[in-house]
T-cell receptor, first 114, second 111 residues
Framework: DTGVSQDPRHKITKRGQNVTFRCDPI?????LYWYRQTLGQGPEFLTY????????KSRLLSDRFSAERPKGSFSTLEIQRTEQGDSAMYLC???FGQGIDTQYFGPGTRLTVL | RKEVEQDPGPFNVPEGATVAFNCTYS??????FFWYRQDCRKEPKLLMS???SGNEDGRFTAQLNRASQYISLLIRDSKLSDSATYLC????????????FGSGTRLSIRP
């Protein structure tokens, strides 16, 4: 399977715990994006990387959220001191970064904060 | 006002019907437009890009009206498998590095 993969697919945690999600993009894609989606809403942009550089962050990305893409390949999204409001689907997407730059999404990580 | 607005539906239509969705966007500088499809509990998948001249892909036709800042999606001869949420997507950048999703329109096709 050469699509975008995310791990874990589901995560249940207690409020106050830290969680980390991983995204592996399509191998030749140099752009990687993180989104958050809650029930009944479309995905909301969180941040994006071009290679290893984090080029843009949404105001939604509070200080408790941090994302990295150290070698320009896989990325991690960490949420510290989770809150119940962080419960959502976290989607990762990647793109080639040229022309009409279609983003391809991974299956997402569903986070439930108890 | 949301940057991208869609009628949430649900639209419930019989198989074989024609159905149309509209989407409005607030940023007149938007340059790239897309329709994505999302099945229940699945990731969004690109359905089609929307070009200024309008474009068609089989039973699906997308139109862009820059003056009125809306895009539309028409589905002809709807199939049961078309049941999904359709997400309108707009980008202010020609390379679509940041895209903004609408909340989606739910479509349900009944036999």
């Amino acid at each position: 399977d050469t699509g975008v993969s995310q791990d874990p697919r589901h995560k249940i945690t207690k409020r106050g715990q830290n969680v980390t999600f991983r995204c592996d993009p399509i191998s030749e894609h140099n752009r990687l994006y993180w989104y958050r989606q809650t029930l009944g809403q479309g995905p909301e942009f969180l941040t994006y990387f071009q290679n290893e550089a984090q080029l843009e962050k949404s105001r939604l990305l509070s200080d408790r959220f941090s994302a990295e893409r150290p070698k320009g390949s896989f990325s991690t999204l960490e949420i510290q001191r989770t809150e119940q409001g962080d419960s959502a689907m976290y989607l990762c997407a990647s793109s080639f970064g040229q022309g009409i730059d279609t983003q391809y999404f991974g299956p997402g990580t569903r986070l439930t904060v108890l | 006002r949301k940057e991208v607005e869609q009628d949430p539906g649900p639209f419930n239509v019989p198989e074989g019907a024609t159905v149309a969705f509209n989407c409005t966007y607030s940023n007149s500088a938007s340059q790239s437009f897309f329709w994505y499809r999302q099945d229940c509990r699945k990731e969004p998948k690109l359905l089609m890009s929307v070009y200024s001249s309008g474009n068609e892909d089989g039973r699906f036709t997308a139109q862009l009206n820059r003056a009125s800042q809306y895009i539309s999606l028409l589905i002809r001869d709807s199939k049961l498998s078309d049941s999904a949420t359709y997400l309108c997507v707009v980008s202010p950048y020609s390379s679509a590095s940041k895209i903004i999703f609408g909340s989606g329109t739910r479509l349900s096709i009944r036999p």
